[in-house]
């Protein structure tokens, strides 16, 4: 069942270039043909124009305020605000390899909205067998009061961030694989936005040597596709952007994404509902909402239907969202699509809902509640990634070659505990990018989130955030986790 994921590709390989005289010898034969040109131009740069360049980036980002926050530990709520590290050298995707991508990702996503109707509906693919029923009516994101609910066009993941790995070859060549459904509430395509401008303000001669696809107008893709899912009847709708508040380690992006959009943003007391509808507070008077992008998890929208002790929802929401008189991003109920026990089936999904054989491939997994999966994955936790199946962040999981035997034994006792908590992957190699660290430039690994927006039709800008581990070795981008982020260029024809 494993695949093998070689250590990296031939560009990363040839990257480990060395500072000679203030200058570095970038090119050479093992370069990929995409970043041939690019490779050129990083050659002739000084080392002190790099990081002269580095720090002023890093000026303008803390200024402007693009912070997360990082928890010490994920349960004591204590955290503090970091600036995402960001990178120079960018990530650089062919044409070609985007629009197998982007084939790809429509696919799947399309295949998991049906998924999702479908479970909240007929159930179809649980009386055929393909997906174990238990999985899906005894997991924690399944939502029984969606039972029955019709949504605007089918649709109830509208902003989708899928993670991609590139597994590299010897010959520069290599396969994009599916690492993770993000369908719920995915966050980082504010940095995405972000690292384009930074890029084209320091170097702007690069977007005149490169043509590079823009990314600046995925405010107005977003809007748009909000717009084409409000309720029937609504020819003008206002939208809304729903945050918990400034204490929210994403709020940035919030703001960002709602002041982009041109519309408001806005928290759970300022909206009510009333005579089944909802309306926000302004100082002109109450406004009816139609469209909420909400950024909070299902648990707190409304304290009359999840938890109680909320005070980041809208008391009433669900029962005026189940009338169709609002629309919510994404749907309540979507994480059933997105929960790690769920993902090995999606392959199956697309053949049974579309018909047709995946265009992007998923990471060979073994699912630990299988009794033959349990006992490989116990015979060889050393080598493998182990998850959590609702974990996020980095956090929940064991990395078996980078952990100590004690490490790998206490995961061994949680895992014999409770074996349906837990899927296992063979230890990705994921392909590297050059990267700008102290040392000068070496390979670190990356991934790669595309954002795809559904509403009346499927749409996404070309590449996404592409994400880097930037501690030596490390498999972990998470920005929790210290990894920071890219530019991804993806380059037209």
Request: glycine share 10%.
């Amino acid at each position: 069942m494993q695949t093998p994921f070689d250590e990296m590709n031939a560009l990363a390989a040839q990257s480990q270039s060395q500072v000679q005289g203030g200058s570095r010898q970038a090119s050479g034969p093992g370069v990929r043909a995409h970043y041939e040109a690019y490779a050129r131009w990083l050659a002739e740069q000084p080392e002190s124009l790099m990081r002269e360049r580095r720090e002023q980036a890093e000026l303008i980002f803390r200024r402007v305020g693009i912070t997360f926050a990082v928890y010490g530990d994920k349960d004591s709520g204590e955290g503090t605000e970091r600036l995402i590290p960001f990178d120079l050298i960018p990530r650089v995707i062919p044409a070609a390899e985007w629009t197998s991508m982007q084939a790809g990702l429509a696919q799947r996503v399309t295949a998991l909205n049906r998924f999702i109707h479908d479970v909240y509906h007929g159930q179809e693919i649980l009386k055929a067998g393909i997906v174990p029923a238990d999985e899906i009516l005894n997991n924690a994101q399944f939502r029984p009061e969606m039972m029955g609910v019709d949504v605007p066009g089918g649709v109830y993941s509208h902003i989708a961030g899928v993670d991609i790995v590139r597994a590299g070859h010897a010959d520069g060549s290599g396969q994009y694989y599916v690492l993770e459904d993000n369908l719920r509430v995915p966050s980082g395509v504010s940095y995405m936005l972000e690292n384009r401008k930074m890029m084209m303000r320091l170097f702007p001669e690069l977007f005149v040597q490169h043509r590079i696809a823009p990314v600046a107008h995925y405010p107005d893709l977003l809007l748009d596709t909000l717009r084409s899912v409000a309720p029937p009847g609504v020819s003008d709708p206002t939208v809304v952007v729903l945050t918990p508040g400034m204490y929210n380690s994403a709020y940035f992006e919030h703001a960002f994404l709602a002041q982009q959009m041109g519309v408001e943003l806005v928290e759970g007391q300022d909206l009510f509902v009333d005579g089944g509808f909802v309306y926000m507070r302004t100082t002109r008077g109450p406004r009816r909402v139609d469209v909420i992008y909400r950024r909070l998890d299902d648990d707190f929208l409304d304290p009359k239907v999840f938890r109680a002790d909320s005070q980041l929802g809208c008391a009433g929401l669900v029962d005026a969202y189940k009338a169709g008189k609002v629309t919510l991003s994404n749907a309540i109920g979507t994480g059933i699509a997105d929960d790690k026990s769920i993902y090995p089936y999606v392959p199956k999904m697309i053949e049974f809902y579309l018909g047709e054989k995946p265009i992007l491939q998923n990471v060979p997994t073994y699912v630990c509640r299988d009794k033959d999966d349990l006992a490989y994955t116990l015979a060889h936790l050393s080598e493998l990634v182990v998850k959590e199946v609702h974990g996020a962040g980095g956090y929940g999981m064991l990395v078996g070659p980078a952990a100590t035997k004690a490490e790998v034994e206490a995961f061994r006792a949680q895992l014999i505990a409770n074996p349906s908590n837990y899927i296992a992957q063979p230890t990705l190699s994921l392909s590297t990018c050059p990267t700008f660290v102290e040392s000068g430039i070496a390979p670190r690994h990356i991934d790669l989130r595309p954002f795809v927006l559904s509403g009346d039709t499927v749409r996404m800008v070309p590449g996404g955030l592409t994400r880097v581990a930037l501690k030596a070795g490390s498999l972990v981008v998470n920005s929790s986790q210290g990894g920071g982020t890219k530019d991804t260029w993806v380059l037209e024809d």
